[in-house]
């Protein structure tokens, strides 16, 4: 149900707001954290260090210290026969209690009948005890409010929570029902019926995932196409004449994807390297593959700048060969004439932006698209260039490498090609982590880098200044930096800029004309500035793992060693070991790891825009059993669409991922 017709109180409604709920399924699916099982301790089982819970009677009088807004107030109780000193900071009314009377503490024993309290009660110890939920929260948003505003929405909604999966599948592994299983994720009556309610959130997570990709899959290779037919030999010339060797993962990934072309089936395969590991060649070996069997090609890039780098390479590198390549993104001057010569195909090779998949663009006889850094491509989009052939192959090419099995449960649908080691030669990048948010420590570093020649990006996390985003912007920097850095010439560069801007911006950093830039994370994909040698990161704990990483791969492009600056005001310990990983550790493979491991798979790997479902409670690390088991379960669904429960249930999923599915 929309939230709107639930009439919440304007407080309740701006709660909603900030914790992003907007139906009643959001609310509900707003799990817990963590949980506490509250029981009573007796002083005998008491352990240092660990939380109790007790219910004693006060033998002294709290006697309280105040210092500024603070307070720290301290009594002594009788329990078990023994005297325990309490200690509770800022609850400075507990004074009202006085001896004789009973409070119930719940807090950490500090050892030598000590115990700090966290917090205090005074009703009857039986009503605490029990499993206590704890939500993530946002500042001023009370653990009990989002208690409350869920157990309202559950007694509204519960109506809807109806059993979607096949009972089979219910049956076979002694599933908890849905309705059930949120009401006790969220009130937990024992400890048993907590773990199944988990057990049957986590297995419909993964089954509803598998599912949803089974549709995805089905509907991205539907179909046969016409095998493309080419001459190998013209392939192994322009190989040989690239100047360099491919490595042994790239010669298998262009083997693999031109076996592809030449079948009957559609490509459907994911091309994934490490930063710098040359996936750039694959996509042109592949794009003259096509060309050679008779067909235009394209390849997407994420952003306006890497299309227009990309032409760049390309046209250099096909030199006399006699194809001819164009380039197209929304803001150029002949945008139409460029449209022109692709509905007459004029065009061997086309570049460009999401632009290429307008609806006004109308492909001649489009054989292969190539999407480079495949986060950032969806469902929709692939669905939109389905429409623009009927020959057209299709390869994602992703810098955010992930293990293989993980890969091949993640992307079922796909097949995965993986470029592990990196040509030869490269100096890689060392990354420090600078815990001050400012260049002050390391200006002289930065200096003598370009006293030696070399060039500097600079990396700010906002565009404009903003109340509600509390980082660097990048005119700020700009105009912070401009004179410290001078005669240096320093050059601003964001998503705002005309395009023309932006083109000239590139072309003059790209001709050393321009050494220090200063920029968004526009430059954070496939940006090659081989001079470039040095990153500052303005608030790198704004970033992503992985996107840190594509951002310093950009340093480390040439025969120079790269240095990346991570600068933080952040003092939180978590952070800055997420951070610190980056420093210790330069293999993309891990770091996509660790990001998965720390923010789950939406981010990464774009699941959220691909039309996949999420997972809130699954954890693809931890559950294995429950993936196994969904896979295998998934695929007997799929496969036996006779049976009306499962047809149900795969309908639902249809309907579920449909408006991320049709365009
Ligand atoms: P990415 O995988 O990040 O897209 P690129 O394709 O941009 O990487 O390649 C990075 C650089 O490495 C390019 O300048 C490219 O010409 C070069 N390169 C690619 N393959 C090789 C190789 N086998 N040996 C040496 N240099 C290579
Ligand atoms: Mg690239």
Redesign the pocket.
């Known amino acids: 149900m929309d939230l709107k017709d639930l009439k919440l109180t304007p407080k309740r409604q701006e709660i909603c707001k900030r914790l992003g709920f907007n139906s009643s399924f959001d609310v509900l699916t707003y799990y817990p954290y963590k949980y506490d099982n509250y029981e009573i301790a007796r002083y005998k089982d008491f352990k240092v260090g660990e939380t109790v819970m007790f219910s004693a009677e006060l033998i002294t009088s709290p006697s309280t210290f105040r210092y500024g807004k603070r307070s720290t107030t301290r009594f002594k109780v009788l329990y078990d026969d023994e005297q325990l000193l309490i200690t509770i900071f800022n609850r400075p009314w507990i004074r009202n209690l006085g001896i004789n009377d009973y409070v119930v503490i719940i807090g950490k024993y500090d050892g030598n009948n000590k115990v700090t309290a966290l917090n205090y009660y005074t009703k009857d110890i039986e009503e605490l005890v029990g499993i206590v939920p704890t939500y993530s929260t946002k500042e001023g948003i009370g653990q009990n409010e989002i208690k409350k505003l869920i157990s309202l929405v559950y007694e509204k909604c519960s109506n809807e929570l109806v059993e979607h999966l096949p009972s089979e599948y219910v049956d076979a592994h002694n599933l908890i029902d849905y309705k059930s299983a949120i009401s006790n994720i969220h009130n937990p009556i024992s400890s048993v019926l907590l773990k199944k309610s988990l057990a049957r959130l986590k297995y419909e997570e993964f089954l509803n995932f598998y599912v949803a990709l089974n549709i995805l899959k089905g509907n991205a290779t539907e179909g046969i196409k016409q095998r493309k037919v080419f001459d190998r030999n013209k392939i192994n010339d322009f190989i040989n004449n690239l100047g ?4 042994a993962d ?1 010669n298998k990934c262009i083997e693999d994807s031109l076996n592809d072309l030449a079948s009957d089936k559609i490509m459907y395969r994911l091309v994934q ?1 490490e ?7 694959v996509a042109e070996v592949m794009l003259y593959a096509n060309y050679l069997a008779g067909y235009e090609g394209c390849l997407m890039a994420p952003t306006e700048i890497l299309a227009k780098q990309h032409y760049e390479s390309f046209k250099k590198d096909f030199e006399g060969l006699g194809l001819k390549i164009g380039v197209l993104y929304s803001s150029m001057e002949n945008e139409n004439k460029v449209k022109k010569e692709i509905e007459n195909g004029e065009l061997d090779i086309i570049i460009g932006t999401h632009a290429l998949f307008s609806e006004d663009v109308n492909y001649h006889n489009l054989g292969l698209v190539i999407a480079d850094e495949q986060h950032r491509f969806g469902v929709k989009q692939r669905n939109a260039l389905k429409n623009k052939g009927n020959n057209t192959d299709f390869c994602l090419m992703s ?1 955010t490498p992930i293990p293989r099995t993980l890969a091949s449960s993640l992307y079922g649908d796909m097949d995965i090609s993986t470029i592990e080691t990196l ?1 030869s030669g490269r100096k890689g990048c060392k990354t420090y982590l600078i815990k001050k948010n400012s260049i002050v420590d390391i200006l002289d570093v930065v200096k003598n880098t370009l006293n030696e020649g070399r060039q500097i990006y600079i990396i700010a996390a906002a565009i404009e200044k903003s109340e509600n985003y509390n980082a660097k912007d990048v005119t700020g920097l700009y105009n912070a930096l401009l004179n410290e850095l001078s005669p240096y010439k320093v050059a601003l560069l964001h998503g705002k800029l005309t395009s023309q801007e932006k083109d000239d911006i590139m072309k003059d950093y790209n001709d050393n004309k321009i050494q220090v830039l200063i920029s968004t994370t526009v430059v954070e994909v ?1 940006v ?1 500035v081989k001079n470039a040698t040095m990153m500052i990161i303005y608030d790198a704990d704004k970033f992503g793992l992985s996107q840190l990483h594509q951002l310093r ?1 950009r340093v480390q ?1 040439g025969n120079y060693e790269g240095t990346c600056f991570l600068l933080t005001d952040n003092k939180d310990e978590a952070v800055i070991k997420r951070l610190d990983v980056l420093c210790k550790c330069n293999d993309g493979f891990k770091i996509s790891l660790e990001d998965l491991k720390l923010r789950g798979p939406g981010d990464i790997l774009g699941t959220r825009q691909s039309g996949l479902p999420t997972f809130i409670l699954g954890n693809l690390f931890e559950d294995g059993r429950f993936i196994e088991a969904a896979k295998v379960d998934a695929k007997k669904i799929c496969d036996n669409l006779i049976d009306e429960e499962n047809k149900k249930y795969y309908q639902y999923m249809m309907d579920n991922i449909k408006d991320k599915v049709i365009s």
Do not use: D, E, I
Request: proline share 5%; hydrophobic share 25%.
């Open positions: 360099f060797t491919l490595t790239q390297g930063v710098g590991s040359g996936k750039t060649v810098a040509p496939g090659n791969g492009r």
